[in-house]
């Protein structure tokens, strides 16, 4: 007896080089959630570090580590709310279709990639 339920498959396959462009933009946009969900406390201490004096805060700032750090955190919140405008666009009604789905997937790409290195440029230089 054949099922038409549908198959969950491996996160390594989901995000191969095989897989769609919405396949890849939906998994990924999970993933920039799960990381600013975890970084939001790390974030939190930088911030009473940093505001408790002016030395702290160049200490804070002054180090590469959490620099990188604060970028990630700025990078996944670039593509976590370019990817979030795609899902509240395709809930409206556009893009709805296999191909429209896969330009709008490939153009906030585009636009994510751009936000995350202007946003390297910004945070580490």
Known sequence: MKSNRPINLPLSQVISV??????R?????RISGVILFLLIPVLLWLLQTSIYSPERFNAVFDNMVLRFIVWIFVAATAYHFVMGIKHLLADMGFNEELQSG???SIVTFIIAAILIVLSFIWVMF
């Open 25 to 29: 933009a939906s998994i990924l946009h």
């Open 102 to 104: 896969r330009r709008a």
């Open 18 to 23: 095989n897989s769609s462009p919405t396949a």
